[in-house]
């Protein structure tokens, strides 16, 4: 899934959707997604974490409907 999102086949929003019914999706930390989206680094995807209100060891599982909105909106350029 990871390297869908690096090669852009797949797209956040996609993932996040399986994430609802994967449970193996849905157990993918949020920061090591974030971290291979194109033009998101280490140092940016944990910024932007902190942004939003994400902790660290949070699961995509875990997200609340306004962090995953957030996420959205700050990926989407």
Same mark, same amino acid.
């Given at each position: %899934? &990871?390297?869908?999102?690096? #090669?852009? /086949? @797949? ?12 449970? !193996?999706?849905?157990? %993918? &930390?949020?920061?090591?997604? #974030?971290? /291979? @989206? ?12 902190? !942004? ?26």
């Amino acid at each position: %899934m &990871k390297e869908k999102l690096k #090669l852009g /086949s @797949l797209t956040l929003s996609e993932l996040l959707q399986k994430a609802e019914g994967d449970e !193996t999706v849905g157990k %993918m &930390k949020v920061l090591s997604v #974030l971290e /291979s @989206l194109p033009g998101l680094g280490k140092v940016k995807a944990r910024r932007l974490m902190d !942004t939003v209100g994400i902790s660290e060891s949070r699961r995509l599982q875990g997200l609340g409907a306004k962090q995953r909105a957030d996420l959205l909106k700050a990926t989407a350029r």
